[in-house]
């Protein structure tokens, strides 16, 4: 299915040198947050307290916050579950004897919130240990997905596409982290599993990309050089690419506008990663792919000369 057929070939690798500049500088700036800054890690990870609550009207989360603050639970995190007669609050590990009694002293606390009753709903303790063992198998998962598609790729293709690809899903997720260390947004395990997403999303469409690059490189005898050949894949998908970008953008935006406060750091590290994929697709990995200087010779294998008959 395709919208449109551009008749011209879009000369994408003329711009890459400026396009891999910008990337080179976007990658730093989120390097340096992360080192400067480092993730919000939710309590999933550091361990804490976690207690639901529905109130009996409509309550600003700020006023409990700021209720929470005056006992002394200043680092308390209080936000609109669902709707907003439901809170959700987060308390940081306080110690083995504090954080077991942290949700008693939550409900007494709510107590003195004037002309409000509240009713909890639940209460999670995860401790330093479990957060520590979630955080280091997050990890683990993260590196599994990367060597599966480096292999992947390396069979698929040749060395320097597997390369030239992870270096774009690296790209991507980086500034999916650096964007949630600049904002000091909650990094949780349902972004852990948005950031895993994005890297598979990603690869898909570099696969789509590199499959036209060695099927030009097989069908045309011309003498293509490598820069046009990749001028011809990008814009022989591009009409695909933004199908299926599109479509899978406007649902994923619409879960961030409307899908509450849970969702929302999961859809914007999906809608981030959406866009840069599009991005590092054309402009990180296709141009590494032409520093790299593959050829044709590097995807088709010359034919075997016969040997001449001996007379």
Excluded: C
Aim: aromatic share 10%.
């Amino acid at each position: 299915m395709e919208w449109f057929r551009p008749r011209q070939d879009i000369p994408f690798m003329r711009h890459a040198l400026w396009f891999n500049a910008v990337s080179v500088v976007t990658f730093m700036a989120a390097v340096l947050f992360l080192v400067l800054r480092g993730l919000n890690l939710s309590i999933e990870f550091t361990g804490g307290t976690l207690v639901e609550v529905r109130a009996s009207q409509t309550v600003s989360p700020e006023v409990v916050r700021t209720t929470l603050a005056q006992a002394g639970l200043r680092e308390a995190q209080v936000q609109n579950f669902g709707s907003a007669r439901d809170l959700l609050i987060r308390l940081p590990h306080l110690g083995d004897g504090e954080s077991a009694q942290a949700s008693e002293r939550v409900q007494a606390l709510l107590a003195q919130v004037p002309e409000v009753d509240f009713e909890v709903r639940r209460v999670e303790f995860v401790g330093p240990q479990v957060g520590k063992e979630l955080a280091t198998n997050g990890l683990m998962a993260l590196a599994f997905v990367i060597l599966g598609i480096v292999a992947y790729l390396a069979m698929r293709f040749e060395w320097r596409f597997a390369v030239s690809a992870i270096v774009a899903n690296l790209h991507d997720v980086v500034i999916i982290l650096g964007v949630f260390a600049a904002f000091q947004l909650e990094f949780s395990l349902s972004v852990l599993a948005a950031v895993l997403a994005v890297l598979g999303y990603s690869v898909n469409e570099t696969v789509v990309i590199f499959d036209r690059v060695r099927e030009v490189f097989r069908k045309r005898r011309a003498k293509m050089d490598t820069p046009a050949v990749l001028d011809h894949a990008i814009t022989a998908t591009m009409s695909r690419t933004i199908i299926t970008h599109a479509s899978t953008l406007a649902m994923v935006v619409t879960i961030l506008l409307f899908g509450g406060e849970t969702l929302r750091n999961f859809a914007l590290a999906l809608t981030i990663g959406i866009v840069f994929g599009i991005y590092s697709s054309i402009f990180v990995s296709s141009a590494l792919v032409m520093w790299f200087g593959v050829r044709r010779e590097d995807l088709v294998k010359p034919p075997k000369q016969k040997e001449e008959a001996v007379v």
